[in-house]
């Protein structure tokens, strides 16, 4: 199966909304709706049947005890948050009679000596300073005036670990909070040959889509908006991969950052 | 939801209260063992109060990102364990089948007009769409497995998924209408 014409990537759109498709159809149909906002639509109006369709089950009552359980097993994760916020604020808040007046290298040292995200996130915050600091000095370019530059608040970073291809990079991801808009930086990429590119990969169990093809400049960095025809919030795993210029329809390359989502890098 | 963000476990039993019967329902009517849908129902609470700091409610109603957990989850443990329950047929409800079992909240009435929709717009398919369609969405199988497991032509399966799902989708294209008194 190498192309679709229209009609059948509409015909699919009721199979790919119940996500029974194989992974080659929903590829296709990936890069069809990129480009075509009648399908989105139509896509979506299948979405919402999907969404529908489990109201639709003959219903049954639970062991009244369930709740019970659930309650009983959610209680270590509720201590366990609860001290972790305990933990946290007793490196940040030092009491009187033990340290007056701490020294700035006292209060970062304390504040690395938390849990290994801290001094990681210290590390990724001093590479993104000196990288924005060098394409200040470097860009042609004028700054977009403050009635053009985007303005929304962003979520919780995303940060991307580099792999055995690329141990020394490093990539963020910061998606707003809507949802709508996202911008990749990555760090200390290999420069490619001039037929290569790097790719951004946006997943969901279901789904795989392109978020980017890019370049990255002699020192291995890039800042690049993200575009992808489903909000970017739904994606739950990210990968950049190594691909032929212009990009693929699918990973064909090596894969040098990665995220591979809450669950793993809360299992660190 | 909020409540349940900031670690309200009070938040998180109403929401049980609220949302447990659906969950489990859809579950057994997949994977047709109560001990199992129990398991799923517990595990689908538990990543509701691990994740609800990311729920958006701009994107989906809470029922609809339970359903897509619920869903998600069943159809992993039936691939993992390559198992289909021997003796269970997948079913619809019935027409006037009872839904919620109140109507306390807008979105428990919601959930209600929205059951009693889909339920009449499934029950005007002909058996044999109805058929597939469960095949599809509640097993999760793909179009060959339903060709293979109802000895029928593979452009027969997709056929009558997307004349179904078209069906549906004409059905419920306008929006729930609230009801009178």
Known sequence: MSEMNEQQIRDLLPAYALGILEEQEVSLIHSHLTDCQQCRAELADYQHVAELLPLASPQSDPDPELKEKLMERIAPITAREESERTHTSKLIVQPEAQLENPSLGEV????????????????????????????????????????????????????????????????????????????????????????????????????????????VNEAGYRGIELKAPLPLEIYETFGITIEPEGGSQAPTGERVLVYAGEEESNSD | MRRVAQGDESALGVLYDRYARLVFSVSLNMIGNRQTAEEITLDIFTRLWEKSDTYQPRLAKVSTWLMSMTRNRTIDILRRENVRPSGHSLTWASVGEEAVSNENTEEEAYLTLEMERIRAAVAELPDTHQQVLALAFFAGYSHSEIASKLDLPLGTVKGRIRSGMRKLRALLATAPVAKDG
């Open chain 1, 108 to 215: 970062i040292r304390s504040w690395l000596a938390g849990p290994i995200w801290r001094p990681v996130v210290l590390i990724l915050i001093v590479v993104l300073l000196a990288g924005n600091i060098f394409l200040l000095t470097n860009t042609s370019e004028e700054p977009p005036s403050p009635q053009d530059r985007p303005n929304f608040p962003w979520r919780r970073p995303i940060i991307m670990s580099g792999t055995e291809v690329a141990p020394e990079a490093v990539g963020i991801l910061y998606i707003s909070l809507d949802g709508a808009n996202g911008t990749l930086v990555v760090d200390g990429l290999p420069v490619l040959e001039t037929d290569q590119q790097y790719q951004l990969w946006l997943n969901t169990e279901e789904i795989r889509d392109s978020g980017a093809v890019f370049s």
